[in-house]
């Protein structure tokens, strides 16, 4: 019988979950007042500003007012407190093998529950966490039916609430391209046909300073929208070798920048390195609506960024194999496109 986080008395911490010193979070992780909060009911250029400020600086910021409704929102995030909820023998489901699968290539669009962790001198831990992630577009009567059908509204409110969040991520993705310069509709095309939802799951831990519940990385994709309802997530701010806390702001979602953007932007744009701490008695659920390209697409910067005085900062690369060596290479939080890296300043 496979084993879920989300179903164990958790009393104690089981010694595959207890990540290495170098990994663990500081206990003592300040608020980042200075995430960008943007209005998206505001004056169009003023959001257009902002927006391109913060992945100037960031990789990262929250929107608010943004058209997904509210009541969709809660009945999302209510879904996933209820199938985190079920016994064992219904998640088991959601194991083809008998145990939880790994992120690994091919990833599958069919519905998942998935354990995921790092490599470290050949020694395997697992983040404090379960997650399940199916694909989310298009949409048809094949992939819906490869969901969960406990609790009975999944398919329905979750198909609602992708085809929400897919509009406003190619609202923002149009607002990035104004920014960039590029023409509207940029993205629109096989550089975001693949559209996941990661529901991650993580329960109340008896000790937060030996476990991770995520640990720090990019995401590998262009761009991801998240909705959190509690505070857990940590945002690293590079120039700083800082970690802040990301205020959980119920009616908004999180934008975090995929290291394919930041590669796509020549750099002009910053990815978020971010990472999930775990708590002693709170359980969190955070939803993640992941957006990126096909794995036939060649990614490399975007031509019309590029000058005399801006040349490439990456050679084209097959995406595919990019996804490869970033699900398998943990060694630092860009090992999947410094392959890739053009150096500047030969010898």
Known sequence: MAT???????NNVSESFIAPLEKRAEKDV????DVPIIDLQQDHLLIVQQITK???????????????????MVEAMEVYKEFFALP????????????????ELPLEQKAKLYVEGERRCNEEFLYWKDTLAHGCYPLHEELLNS???KPPTYRDVIAKYSV????????????ICEGLGLKLGYFDNELTQIQMLLANYYPSCPDPSSTIGSGGHYDGNLITLLQQDLVGLQQLIVKDDKWIAVEPIPTAFVVNL???????????????????????????????????????CTIEPIKELLSQENPPLYKPYPYAKFAEIYLSDK?????????????????
């Open 4 to 10: 879920f986080v989300s179903n164990w008395s958790t």
């Open 30 to 33: 300040a608020l980042g007042n």
């Open 54 to 72: 913060a992945c100037q600086d960031f990789g990262l910021f929250q929107v608010i007012n943004h058209g997904v409704p509210e009541k969709l």
């Open 88 to 103: 064992a023998e219904e998640k088991e489901k959601f194991q083809p093998k008998g145990e939880p699968a790994k992120f």
């Open 147 to 149: 969901w969960p059908e």
């Open 164 to 175: 929400e969040v897919r509009k406003l991520t190619m609202r923002i993705l149009d607002y």
């Open 258 to 296: 995929g290291l394919t953007l930041k590669v796509m932007s020549n750099e002009k744009f910053e990815g978020s390195i971010h990472r999930v701490v775990t708590h002693p008695t709170r359980n969190r659920i955070s939803i993640g609506t992941l957006i990126g390209p096909d794995y036939s």
């Open 331 to 347: 060694s630092d939080y860009d090992a999947g496109v410094k392959p890739y890296k053009i150096n500047q300043f030969p010898n």
